[in-house]
């Protein structure tokens, strides 16, 4: 059988590695001999799993492969950001960005190659969308980086939507956070979201991890201008449904706010926003806009980023300036482009 035609291990919960092993023949409690070498310690490949017999390696190696894969190439910035490339799908390459921070060192992981949401802000979604990562690609990510072993965070941040993803990502948190997989409090997770909504109820539903909904502007028909899913799941409703669950012992909501000069930087945007958010308890992340080519839209200045969350904070919304990074490698935000190494940066 052919390498490329083996199913990765990566990924999978223990009921499914329960059917690996009884698809090789192997006991039922090799399943969590195997999620301890995948998620445990790590191990690239099947050959290191010596608490498996020499046959049921031999069993495991001709049908599975455990799927990780090192990233293909790196950009390191002046900050310390490192953008690391992996294989994605539909030919096109994907991003995750390790962002240390002092005593926090974080992964802005990809779920998709491309995107379907079309934000005109976004490189991500300038590409158009060419297919979804598998939970084995996103896991991957995360293990396959040489900085693993001192993650504190992981935010799902990167290239596509995560909920339009949301089997995948499902599947690649509870590997995070399960006792069998990396045990991770869901503490240490973001989900970030446009708002997608029929899939943010299963991840409320199914997990404990933070949310941060991303808003960009509190008036629906410019939000529709901006962001396209407006039109499908408006912004409103999703406030709507993320008022009724609890946001302030067990979880956090935050809203990702880009600032545009000229767009939405005023305080009519501010009351606007703090009125939509009202009895939500969320916070307010203030995002430094990187121009992308062939768009209007310009960064809005320090000091109306500032007014503008003094604003916010008077109307009890806690509300912080981001600090931007790794912009000399296009690792901030909206800048993942994901691009072969053979094309040409624009
Ligand atoms: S901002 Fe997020 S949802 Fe919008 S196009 Fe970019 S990656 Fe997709």
Redesign the pocket.
Known sequence: MKAETKTPLLGMNLTQLREVAADCGLPGFAAGQIARWIYGRHASDIAAMTDLSKRGRALLAARYTVGRTAPKAESRSADGTVKYLFDGAGGRDVEAVYIPDRDRATLCVSSQAG?K???T??M??RQGFHGQLTAAQIVNQILSIPESDSLTNIVFMG???PLDNADAVLAAIAVLTEPWGLAWSPKRITVST?GHLPALHRLLGQTKVHVAL?VHTPFADERAGL?P?ERAWPVARVVEELRKHDFAHQRRLSVEYTMWAGVNDDMRHADALARLLRGTSARANLIRFHAIPDSTLRPASQAAMEAFRDRLNERGVTATIRASRGEDIEAAC?MLAGKNKSEKRP
């Open positions: 995107c949401m079309g934000c802000f976004c991500t979604g290239m596509g939507e446009v991303s962001m899913v909206g």
